[in-house]
């Protein structure tokens, strides 16, 4: 599908779909997307819920999305167009899962113009934009941690792998105990289980640990 801004002006906009359950917000990131000469805005919907469907309707480039928490956005499934995410505090599994589903950029909620209007052009381009702080969360899953024992690797069991599969996706305790029908605390014991045999201290450095050594993949 051919893009919309090649086809408006001689290339020369950028068309975005600006989603945000805030009616304050959304007026905000609108009138900051309408001050960028590079940008046009193309429609400004509440929530996220049909991100997907109105960006195809609308022809989108690209996605400006106002999370209020990082599970307004599903990212398990690949964006239909590239995103530029607003949100606070993500996980690192999360970020790392969208960023494989097309989210291109990834903000805090505070970031103004000089941030959010360069990372739009730039995901357009296909490039990666990323706040400092989550690249430095996202670069720790890659440096190489203290390696289990393989003794430890393999007294995972396959409900455990299935768990810290999870983890590594950014999923919470309680949404893994539903999608495993069992209760909160027996994900709890896995996860506490999933540590002490990998020598973990926290569930980030478990999945970072996992990847490194091949048990998940993201």
């Given at each position: ?34 001050s ?8 400004s ?5 049909t ?28 964006l ?39 990372a ?12 400092p ?27 455990e792998?299935e ?8 999923v919470g ?15 709890k014991f896995h ?23 091949g048990?998940?993949?993201?």
């Amino acid at each position: 599908m051919a893009k919309r801004s090649a086809q408006k002006n001689g290339g020369s906009h950028i068309g975005v779909l600006l989603a945000s359950a805030s009616a304050v917000r959304r007026a905000g990131l609108e009138a900051m997307v309408k001050s960028a000469p590079s940008l046009q805005l193309i429609g400004s919907i509440q929530g996220t819920q049909t991100i997907g469907l109105r960006a195809l309707e609308l022809r989108a480039d690209v996605v400006l999305a106002d999370l209020e928490a990082q599970s307004s956005l599903r990212v398990q499934n690949p964006l239909s167009v590239p995103a530029v995410v607003l949100v606070d505090n993500p996980e690192p599994g999360w970020a790392a899962q969208a960023l494989r589903s097309g989210v291109k950029a990834i903000l805090t909620r505070d970031a103004g113009g000089e941030e959010i209007i360069p990372a739009v052009i730039a995901a357009y381009a296909g490039f990666v934009f990323l706040d400092p702080a989550y690249a430095r969360d996202l670069a720790q899953q890659v440096r190489p941690p203290v390696l289990p024992s393989s003794a430890a690797i393999e007294h995972l069991t396959p409900r455990e792998l299935e768990v810290l599969g999870m983890l590594a996706e950014g999923v919470g305790n309680r949404e893994i105990a539903s999608r495993l029908g069992v209760s909160d605390h027996t994900i709890k014991f896995h996860i506490s289980s999933i540590l002490d045999k990998l020598g973990a201290s926290t569930r980030t450095e478990a999945v970072a640990m996992g990847l490194r050594q091949g048990l998940i993949l993201l």
